[in-house]
């Protein structure tokens, strides 16, 4: 798959363990971004205070070809 792909992990999500995001990350292809939020664990991405700074503007940023 050929699609341009940003991703983002959490250093204390026990559901994401690092090996298998380097794993992950080896696999894709046409990988734009990555970002690791240290502080972050799974549910953080969709409730973490800071979400929006961390992680929402980025996207936005992505999409608007300005990051």
Same mark, same amino acid.
């Given at each position: ?11 204390? !999500?026990?559901?994401? !363990?690092?090996?298998d995001v380097k ?26 205070? !800071? ?17």
């Amino acid at each position: 798959m050929n699609v341009s792909t940003a991703t983002w992990n959490g250093g204390n !999500d026990l559901l994401a !363990d690092p090996q298998d995001v380097k794993n992950l990350l080896s696999e894709i292809t046409n990988h734009i971004y990555h970002k690791t939020i240290s502080c972050y664990n799974h549910i953080d991405f969709l409730f973490g205070l !800071d979400v929006y700074q961390q992680v929402y503007r980025e996207i936005i940023d992505i999409i608007q070809g300005s990051l």
